[in-house]
């Protein structure tokens, strides 16, 4: 252990730990300026006189916060550990990190140093499964998965969004009513109500078609009267115009 220029330690832009909590951080801050720093922050060389922060980055603001000058820390061999690898145990380790910065990282590990996802869980001494649930929340909608990074959505949240092709719609009404788990399953799982096209009663069904057969006796008589020359073809005629007045009143169809 030894003890060295705060300005001279830089944090790991590799650090996959994204959101910092305010309240955390102020609550640590304090601890440090009651106690002391307890435990050295490890750091390695970077070849240009500065020291990379491996692990420690919340202790290292804390103390630039109090204005310390110096801070303790532990010097790993360069080339000998992967700041990386180790940022990432570290965090994971102290269950600091949410599940995107989880699931972040673990691709991270993938994509750069060509691991297997049961390297990644050997790695950090968890199950395959526990790697690949969280690698699969990254095919989220962006805005669902800024509010599992910031701590609104929790993991058991996340993946039951992974479900539904409205996401980010479920995701914003479970934040803005705090909706438990239980009740957004209970809400992705409820088949969405059709709406039903009303049939038509019998009664109008009968209505309609004592119209159309009445049209028809109509008719028929009309043009009985009519090659007859019979006075009552318009009688007849004006018969028919009411039944279709009648038939548009009732809501039936008078060309039945």
């Known amino acids: 252990m030894a003890t060295v220029p705060l300005d001279r330690v830089v944090p790991n832009p590799n650090q996959p730990r994204r959101s910092f909590d305010e309240i955390k951080q102020k609550e640590l801050t304090a601890n440090i300026k009651e106690h002391g720093l307890l435990q050295p922050i490890l750091v390695v060389p970077t070849g240009d006189g500065m020291l990379l922060i491996v692990a420690g980055e919340r202790r290292y603001r804390a103390c630039r916060d109090l204005g310390h000058e110096t801070i303790e820390v532990v010097i790993l061999e360069p080339g000998k550990h992967d700041s990386e690898v180790l940022a990432l145990v570290e965090n994971v380790q102290r269950v600091g990190l949410t599940p995107i910065e989880e699931a972040d990282a673990y691709a991270a590990l993938i994509e750069k140093k060509g ?3 049961k390297d990644v869980a050997k790695l950090i ?3 395959q499964v526990y790697v690949s649930e969280r690698l699969a929340l990254l095919k989220l909608p962006e805005k669902t998965r800024d509010m599992v990074l910031q701590g609104q959505l929790s993991f058991s949240h996340a993946k039951l969004l992974m479900k539904s092709p409205e996401a980010d719609k479920l995701a914003e009404h479970a934040v803005q009513t705090k909706q438990s788990v239980r009740d957004l399953k209970a809400k ?8 039903k096209t009303p049939k038509p ?4 069904t009968n209505h309609s078609n004592i119209i159309a057969e009445g049209r028809e006796l109509i008719t028929k008589a009309h043009q009985h009267f009519a090659s007859h020359g019979s006075q009552f073809a318009p009688a007849v005629e004006h018969l028919d115009a009411a ?10 169809n008078p060309c039945a």
């Open 115 to 117: 691991l297997k996802q």
């Open 125 to 127: 001494g968890k199950s």
């Open 188 to 195: 992705i799982s409820a088949p969405e109500a059709k709406p």
């Open 201 to 204: 009663s019998k009664d109008s």
């Open 243 to 252: 039944i279709v007045a009648l038939a548009k009143t009732e809501g039936g």
